[in-house]
């Protein structure tokens, strides 16, 4: 399966942005798909996962109750809502695909998309 992030900008802190993650290849409604960040200078880190349902969802402690997770299969796209961002949400962000329940963990993942990048200023 191939993916392609979106969706990423420059925002002021406290401001919301809306990212995509469009699939193409392989039956996506088979995969889990998780986004994961990177900010400069860090490791890759893990912010969201939704099961192919879209009935299970995981979240990082630091984006709960910000950041929400959705799909639609029939469009074959993951979104990422973030809202009340924060600087240190800055990063570029990836979104992964694998079979399976959704994980936090990197290695886990399969197939990646390349990164879209986010910026957010105080």
């Known amino acids: 399966v191939q993916l392609q992030a979106s969706g990423g900008g420059m925002v002021q802190a406290g401001g919301s942005l809306r990212l995509s993650c469009a699939a193409s290849?392989?039956?996506?409604?088979?995969?889990?798909v998780g986004w994961f960040r990177q900010a400069p200078g860090k490791e890759r880190e893990f912010v969201a996962a939704i099961s192919w349902s879209g009935s299970d969802t995981r979240y990082a402690d630091s984006v709960k109750g910000r950041f929400a997770i959705s799909r639609d299969n029939a469009k074959n796209t993951v979104y990422l809502n973030m809202n009340f961002l924060k600087p240190e949400d800055t990063a570029v962000y990836y979104c992964?695909?694998?079979?399976?329940?959704?994980?936090?963990?990197?290695?886990?993942?399969?197939?990646w998309g390349q990164g879209t990048l986010v910026t957010v200023s105080s």
């Open positions: 992964a695909a694998r079979s399976g329940s959704p994980q936090p963990f990197i290695r886990l993942y399969d197939y």
């Open positions: 290849g392989r039956t996506f409604s088979d995969y889990a």
